[in-house]
């Protein structure tokens, strides 16, 4: 399947389409998340909120955050050149826009790094939504070892060939295992890049990259010309996250990145996997001590993956008591407005629990990820 996006009516780059020129001129400004701007374009549109970045016409803690480049429009340079490179901007606007994988933002605090993507600059004929539909994100340490490279290889090849797309960052180690497993038994691959689409990070991995936009999709949220920066990568993790169904974790040392990504998929509701390694080896000591301490559960192949991130109906095992304690906000009000048997409708939910419409719309799928609701043709109901 390939791509049939909105730029289509204003030429193969878009940059004749005010509204696509102004998704790239913000995503150039604020260069990562943020969840302010975010809000001010779901209120306004992004022409609109474009107007308002260059003229200043903000409040005073949108204004802090993009004065530095407000000045800077490349947004019709940047478009041509990722369409050069056989890419596109995706933006809320289009079908392949990964909505729903986005959703568990909504659930967080929105400060200044917590917010979903602004837009994606992306390398790939696929669609978006379609190769995160199904997706398992495998992470781990740059210096993996010969271990940890032939577990990567054996979880993610036999999971590609299964249907499921890995996701990961690119980078040497287990996230370059990760995706060269995917490729060779001709399965689909992501990589989410801190930096933009055009500049090959690590440049040893230029080829891979290339291989991987041929068959899956290159994804970065940062605009063509940003350069790798360590917040960069941090802000990168939490896609990594966001764009699977689970996250695992082959190799990470004691204070390893991969925990970030981690910390990200526990706030998201994403199930998190990690592989157990020898006592003796360094590149293990933080999956073990992520299995002791209860932050990842244990798994050795891909079977293992899918019992605890695939489809409810593909998991085994005894039936797990849920713990209400972990949920709160909007969360625990819709849950706790579900009556102890029966279904109800998302508008009863609504106004039984005093959250509006959208935002019931949003936590009842994490709910429902989480183990703590079901869904039928009748209604939402709560699972026992």
Known sequence: MTVESRSDAGGPSGVHDPRRLAWAYLSKVVQGPCPALSRLVEEVGPQE?????RERDLSDMLGERTVARAHVDTAADDLELVAGMGGRLVTPDDDEWPQWRLLGFGNLS???DEGPPLALWVLGSRPVAELTDRAI???????????GEHVTAEIAGDLAVDGWTIVSGAAFGVDGAAHRAA???????????????????????ARLLRQIAQNGAVVSEYAPGTTPAKHRFLARNRLVASLSDGVVVVEAGWRSGAR???????KLG???MAVPGPVTSASSTGCNRMIREGEARLVANAGDVVEEAGPIGLRDGP??????DALSGDALLVYEALPA????????LSELSGVAVEQVRAVLPLLEMEGFVGCDDTGWSRQR
């Not at 490729?183 to 991995?205: E, K, M, N, S």
């Not at 039936?319 to 209400?324: A, F, G, H, T």
């Open 319 to 324: 039936e797990v008591v849920r713990d209400l």
């Open 49 to 53: 909120a474009a107007r308002a970045v």
């Open 110 to 112: 929105r400060s200044r």
């Open 183 to 205: 490729l060779g038994v001709g399965g689909l691959t992501v990589a989410v890049l801190a930096c933009g689409v055009d500049r090959a990070y690590p440049a040893g991995h």
């Open 137 to 147: 994100s495998i992470v781990g340490t740059r210096a993996a070892s010969g271990y």
């Open 270 to 272: 994403r199930p998190v």
């Open 260 to 266: 970030n990504t981690v910390s990200w998929a526990r």
């Open 341 to 348: 048997a029966g279904p109800r409708g998302v508008r009863d």
